[in-house]
Structures are given as C-alpha cells and as structure tokens.
C-alpha cells in the first residue's frame, strides 16, 4: 500500500529497520572499543523504560514539532540526569541532529539483537495466560534450548484472553498451544461440518 508521497509502507519500514540497525552497529561497535558493553546496553536498558513510562518524553523524541537543537539539548540533560555514559549520550544527540529519532525503539531492540548475538543467546516471547512460575520457567526454557540449540532468554507477556497455554515467538518460528487458538479451530472445524 503507497502512502500520499508514493513510498510503499513496506518499503518505509525497510528504511527505517535499516537506520536503526546502522546507528546500533556503530554504537556497538563503539561500545566493543572502548570496553563500555555492559554499560551501554544497561543505559539503553533505563532509556528504553523511560520512554515506556513517560509520555512527555516520547512526545519530546518523536514530535516533529520540536526543532532538532532542542531534541538535542532535552536528551543531553537527560542523558545527565539518568547518568548515561558517552556513547550513548553522543549517539542521542547523534540521531537528533540527523532527525533520525523515530527509529530510536527499533535501534535499542536492534542492539539488543547484536548483544545477544555475542553472547549466543537467543530471545523468546512467551505469552501466557498467567504468569509463569519459575520452575515453568525453568522447563520452557530448557526445553528451548534443546531445540533451538542456543541460550535462551525469555520475555514474558500475560495475556488473559488466551484462556490458558502459551504462545511462543522464536525467530520466525511460532507455537501456539493456547486454548483460545484451540476453541478458534474447534469453531472452524465445525463451520466446515455445517
């Protein structure tokens, strides 16, 4: 589907996937030299809660509104204020110059990647009905790691409509044993018979 300019929404995405995964290899990269790895992936950790609590600020990121000097100078007091080390803090002001902003989510789940990539982990979204217990935990994760051949870190969402089971994303690959996606082709199976 093209938008009012003519840029297909696929092809935008692609864009905007590929802006964030230079500005989290550069960073990465940065972070590798300069011995801060476990640094700056626990400022991008903090930035990455902060935007998810605040709406002021990811009004203040992502609003075109605000010119790029005062994006700049917003995220360097906040980079002060929560104590960021300076690839980090030079990257923000980086990315705001540029108005590169919008990607920033899409950068910090790219450095994510790398990072786990380094360390040969691999993340799983596990959905669940209720909270797992930590020995559900423990099992899935075990059992993950027999297939997928790598460590697996889990991040889990509680999604009560699901009725009960899991849905787990790995990669591309997803299995879905919960009994919301069970009773939907029980209903379809029976449509047919009709």
Do not use: C, W
């Not at 093209?2 to 964030?20: E, F, H, I, M, Y």
């Not at 700049?72 to 002060?80: H, P, T, V, Y």
């Amino acid at each position: 589907m093209n938008d009012k300019r003519g840029v297909s929404v696929s092809s935008a995405a692609s864009l905007t996937a590929g802006v964030a995964g230079r500005y989290a290899t550069a960073l990465y990269d940065l972070a590798r030299e300069t011995n801060s790895v476990e640094r700056v992936e626990a400022d991008l950790l903090a930035l990455e809660a902060a935007l998810g609590e605040s709406a002021d600020l990811r009004d203040a990121i992502f609003s075109p509104v605000y010119p790029r000097t005062e994006q700049a100078a917003a995220l360097k007091a906040l980079s002060e204020r929560m104590e960021f080390g300076p690839e980090v803090t030079n990257t923000l002001g980086v990315m705001a110059m540029h108005r590169r902003l919008f990607v920033l989510p899409r950068m910090i789940e790219a450095m994510k990647g790398l990072l786990a990539e380094e360390r040969g982990e691999v993340t799983a979204e596990v959905t669940s009905a209720r909270p797992l217990t930590k020995k559900q935990r423990e099992e899935l994760a075990r059992s993950l790691h027999e297939k997928v051949g790598r460590t697996v870190k889990l991040e889990e969402k509680v999604d009560e409509r699901l009725i009960g089971g899991l849905v787990v994303k790995v990669g591309s690959r997803m299995i879905d044993t919960s009994i919301r996606s069970k009773l939907a082709k029980l209903q379809n199976a029976m449509k047919e018979v009709v």
